[in-house]
Nanobody, 125 residues
């Protein structure tokens, strides 16, 4: 119901920076929460950062002080600026949205959680 297109992944050396971006499209009535999760090989998917429509932000302990999440409500985009990258940040990063979507004329919008395909971030020397 909501399509998410991610960009910005890549390979960097330790201490480097990357910015991930994600654009949402579809029959969107409104986006409640946008965020980024990541999954390293052999590990479970974990929260990196989320941002609500009120601009309230939540970061994992590993992301605090190094990563900054932001969103553009007019363009339905979310970005993650990552500085001071470490080898342990290597993972597949997923964009996530919680949205209300149109379900038809005269019907109440329904809530949906959607995920992007993921963009790879590799940090190594």
């Amino acid at each position: 119901q909501v399509q998410l297109r991610e960009s910005g992944g890549g390979s960097v050396q330790p201490g480097g920076s990357l910015t991930l971006s994600c654009t949402a499209s579809g029959s969107i009535f409104g986006i409640i929460t946008m965020g980024w999760y990541r999954q390293a090989p052999g590990k479970v998917r974990e929260l990196v950062a989320t941002i609500a429509g009120t601009d309230s932000r939540d970061y994992s302990d590993s992301a605090k002080g190094r990563f900054t999440i932001s969103r553009n409500n007019a363009k339905d985009t979310v970005s993650l600026q990552m500085n001071g990258l470490k080898p342990e940040d290597t993972a597949l990063y997923y964009c996530m949205t919680v949205s209300r979507v149109y379900t038809g004329w005269g019907k109440q919008p329904s809530e949906t959680t959607d995920w992007g395909q993921g963009t790879q971030v590799t940090v190594s020397s």
